[in-house]
């Protein structure tokens, strides 16, 4: 999202980690967060013992193997999911490069919010590398429909989410959330807010193999009358906050910073993922570019950092 250090690439100082159970699988999970070389992006190492291997996993739309309920990503063998808030963490702090090395089949839920992930980051700090940071900058509209729901791209100066939700419950209703993010807002307005879930579901969820570590300390459960979490909510909006906090997360797969707007109405991680795939379907859609690092004049401000012209990628 929004990028630091003056358009130079980023991983961690150090190695931090954490540890949790899997909101879908119930099943304790810890992960490593391994500072990387530049031009490696984020890339999952997960540990199968059982069959004393290791697997490769890019964190990449390409790699993408399941989108209900969560964004998974995988390769033959072996997979990663819930990586949406991680991700969304990593990309709105403009981290660029990390080897997340995990134990299990999925990215621990914490408090089912991305807040533990800044957390975590922060202990350690976020250094520059010495290669440039490389844009994607979407050139024009690409839209993809499902129904009454969509998920687009438009072309934007900067790097902006709005999206809106509608649900039947009158505790949730419609909520729309519209921003220009960076690690600043990122941390203010989405970070804390948390995944949720109605309990008239649940049931149907469970027999399916989903939400088996779901509870209270986790997620919003929404009854049909009330809020079920003693606490309530951290935002009276928390609910499209969330879906916003997904969206960050799901199009950080995009394996470079997107420059340019993303919108939805009724989304999830399906509808995020096809837009992204429609997005790289079209190759005049969207062009690659070089942020060079800040001179003391002649530059323009551009998603929150002062920056000289856009050159095209010619490597």
């Not at 999952?44 to 069959?51: G, K, L, S």
């Not at 922060?122 to 729901?149: C, F, H, M, N, W």
């Not at 509608?166 to 203010?188: N, T």
């Not at 916003?244 to 995020?272: K, Q, T």
Request: aromatic share 8%; hydrophobic share 45%.
């Amino acid at each position: 999202m929004a990028r630091s250090h003056f358009g130079m690439q980023t991983t961690l100082r150090q190695r931090t980690g954490l540890s949790g159970i899997g909101v879908h699988s119930g099943r304790p999970v810890s992960i490593t967060l391994h500072p990387a070389e530049a031009n490696s992006g984020v890339c999952f190492h997960r540990a199968v013992p059982e069959e004393g291997r290791d697997y490769e996993i890019p964190a990449n739309f390409h790699h993408v193997s399941a989108t209900e309920y969560c964004t998974a990503v995988g390769v033959p063998g072996a997979s990663v999911a819930t990586i949406e808030h991680l991700m969304a963490a990593l990309s709105a702090l403009a981290i660029d490069n990390v080897t997340v090395e995990i134990d299990g089949p999925e990215v621990p839920v914490m408090d089912g919010s991305a807040d533990a992930f800044i957390d975590a980051i922060d202990q350690v700090g976020v250094v520059p590398l010495a290669a440039p940071r490389r844009y994607i900058r979407v050139t024009k509209p690409v839209k993809v429909e499902s129904g009454a729901a969509f998920g687009e791209f438009r072309p934007y100066d900067g790097t902006r989410v709005e999206i809106e939700i509608e649900f039947a419950s009158p505790l949730v209703g419609r909520q729309i959330y519209a921003a220009d993010i960076d690690g600043e807002r990122f941390r203010k307005e989405l970070a804390r807010a948390r995944t949720f879930g109605f309990l008239a579901d649940v049931e149907g969820l469970w027999a399916r193999g989903f939400a088996l570590g779901a509870s209270l300390d986790n997620a919003i459960v929404i009854a049909a009358d009330r809020v079920m979490n003693p606490e309530g909510l951290r935002f009276a909006d928390e609910f499209v906050r969330h879906k916003a906090l997904d969206a960050v997360g799901d199009i950080a797969l995009a394996g470079a910073p997107i420059l340019g707007c993303y919108r939805s109405f009724r989304g999830g991680h399906h509808l995020n993922i096809r837009a992204l795939d429609a997005l790289f379907a079209d190759e005049s859609a969207y062009e690659v570019v070089e942020m060079p690092v800040r001179r003391d004049a002649g530059h323009a401000e551009v998603a929150g950092v002062g920056v000289a012209a856009y050159g095209p990628d010619v490597s």
